[in-house]
């Protein structure tokens, strides 16, 4: 059972997170005390300024992870069932990276199937992405900037300190302003799916050059009290629990939102969204979201999850896809659907990034 950091010394408005000081075991730090327009110093940004949050332990002071080891998923001993991965398969090459770690860290720069790729997850959010370590045409690496926008993380870039909004999915400010990340494909889901899943791949361990107190949260009971923010974002909606998690759609700047309890026991849906047509697959663990074209918009398709193939659903060619979309059995091997712009979220931070979501039913 995961276990929990508890401030009996702090104000509850405080947060909770990591501190550039590799000794503080509980790297608990308050939100800092510099003035938001000392920070952005004048610049143009593309979000209101006086709407970003200083997060506290400064830029850098949640140190990313940037010389990764990994552990075989056959071997891993650190993780419970129900502990959360963020998974990502790129070029053959199977990885994924647990909260429990993600969550002292945030973003991890890697290389998967040997492209270069930053890992980034917001834990006040509950959101996760990957995409290409490039800014400005080049190789770079991403760190935590210390500040937040609708509570949300702010990554820079180290090539030319332009500052992304995570959740955005846009560069925000500097030189690089208006620029859009070149996205990979992810999976959220518990340690037990994604493990049985793929049982050969390789786990972010806990050998990361700092001293944390992986399997401790430093959030306490942040992902499961609806009534608790460190930062409030500006917009709220009460249509659904705050930090109730669900799949997400992105399009521009509308998402449509599906709840996990819509796919209870396995299910294939397909939607439209937009004037486009998506195939969303998954159960009460694990969902994704493909946009359908022309060549697979009549194929009948069927939940049916077989853990030691990889398979969540098949097709009534006798096709057998994984969760990422790619068939990896019968006359379409090697074949992929299109990816979407999705995210895994709180329901909060959907909502205010992109207001007034539709919602599946």
Not at 58 to 75: E, H, L, Q, R, W
Not at 198 to 226: C, E, H, M, V, W
Not at 227 to 242: A, C, D, G, S, V
Not at 280 to 306: H, M, P, R
Request: glycine fraction near 8%; aromatic fraction near 12%; charged fraction near 20%.
């Amino acid at each position: 059972m995961r276990k929990y950091v508890l401030s009996l010394f702090l104000p509850l408005t405080i947060l909770a997170c990591s501190t550039s000081n590799d000794n503080d075991q509980n790297g608990i730090g308050g939100p800092g005390s510099t003035p938001i327009d000392e920070i952005t110093d004048g610049d143009t940004w593309l979000i209101p300024i006086n709407e970003i949050r200083d997060g506290g332990p400064g830029k850098d002071g949640i140190p990313s992870v940037d010389n990764p080891n990994f552990t075989n998923a056959n071997n891993v001993d650190f993780l419970d069932d129900n502990d959360l991965v963020i998974g990502i398969i790129n070029n053959n090459e199977v990885k994924a990276y647990p909260h429990i770690i993600m969550d002292w860290h945030e973003i991890s720069n890697d290389q998967v199937g040997n492209d270069f790729v930053t890992i980034n997850y917001c834990p006040l959010t509950g959101t996760a992405f990957a995409w290409e370590s490039i800014a400005n045409g080049i190789r770079s690496s991403f760190g935590v900037s210390g500040l937040l926008y609708n509570a949300n993380l702010i990554l820079y870039d180290r090539n030319t300190d332009s500052n992304w909004s995570q959740l955005g999915l846009e560069c925000v400010n500097g030189e690089l302003i208006s620029a859009k990340p070149i996205l990979l494909d992810v999976v959220e889901t518990d340690w037990k799916t994604w493990r049985a899943l793929y049982p050969d791949s390789k786990i972010l361990n806990r050998q990361t050059g700092f001293s944390r107190n992986y399997g401790t949260s430093p959030y306490g009971d942040y992902a499961t009290n609806n009534n608790r923010f460190i930062f409030r974002p500006n917009i709220t909606n009460p249509i659904l629990p705050n930090k109730e998690r669900v799949y997400c759609i992105i399009d521009n700047n509308t998402s449509k939102v599906y709840q996990f309890s819509s796919f209870a026991g396995g299910k294939v849906i397909k939607d439209s969204f937009n004037d486009k047509d998506y195939l969303i697959v998954g159960n009460e663990s694990i969902i994704n979201a493909f946009e359908l074209s022309s060549e697979y918009f009549d194929t009948n398709f069927q939940y049916e999850y077989k853990n030691e193939e990889g398979t969540i659903f098949t097709d009534d060619s006798g096709n057998a896809w994984s969760i990422f979309g790619e068939v990896i059995s019968g006359p379409n091997t090697g074949e992929s659907l299109g990816k979407t712009k999705s995210v895994v979220s709180y329901w909060f931070a959907i909502a205010a990034f992109y207001p007034n979501p539709e919602i599946y039913s």
